[in-house]
């Protein structure tokens, strides 16, 4: 080996770590093949919106729907008897529901959170004079505008992004195929 003829300790820890390193972009380098094709087929199956994020398919859904749509979808990969099916479903529904009331308890709070707000901003207006109200409507409006500019320039980078990564994964696939 190379290392053998090196007489310089720190020249051969040098070079085993440089031959080391090589390895392992070498094995890091190779295709990776999938190791769960059921979760590629599980996501392929999902619909996706333009921007990338799932579809919720449960929204809107009474809890005894959602039960039923996990219990069934579980059902299909999993093969329960009737026994686990009834058990799942329950344990399913009772999940549905506690989450139906946690979502719930978290719009109320919202509302009351917003209420609290508009009640707050009208009662620091009523102490300002008008000409100092002028001054604060036009500083939120110009805090709008920025941030509206911002939320447009980062929207626009993200769907960039987004373009060069469908670009990419066109490119690969047509690599693979030739």
Do not use: C
């Not at 085993?16 to 093949?33: C, D, R, T, V």
């Not at 809890?63 to 479903?89: G, S």
Request: without cysteine; charged residues 40%; aromatic residues 6%.
């Amino acid at each position: 080996m190379i290392v053998g003829f090196i007489k310089n300790k720190e020249m051969k820890k040098l070079m085993l770590s440089l031959a080391l390193s090589g390895l392992m972009l070498a094995g890091f380098a190779q295709e990776k093949k999938d190791v769960k094709p059921e979760m590629k087929e599980m996501q392929t199956s999902m619909h996706k919106h333009k921007s990338g994020r799932m579809h919720d398919s449960f929204k809107n859904k009474t809890p005894e729907e959602v039960a039923k749509m996990k219990t069934d979808r579980m059902d299909q990969k999993l093969k329960f008897t009737d026994k686990q099916r009834k058990d799942i479903y329950a344990f399913n529904l009772k999940q549905a529901k506690d989450h139906q009331k946690l979502a719930a308890e978290h719009k109320e709070h919202r509302e009351k959170i917003k209420k609290q707000r508009v009640a707050e901003h009208e009662k620091m207006m009523g102490m300002l004079t008008p000409e100092q109200q002028k001054t604060l409507k036009d500083s939120y409006a110009e805090n709008r505008k920025m941030h509206k500019e911002h939320w447009k320039k980062d929207r626009q980078l993200k769907r960039k992004d987004f373009k060069k990564i469908e670009v990419n994964k066109t490119n690969d696939a047509e690599v693979k195929a030739s």
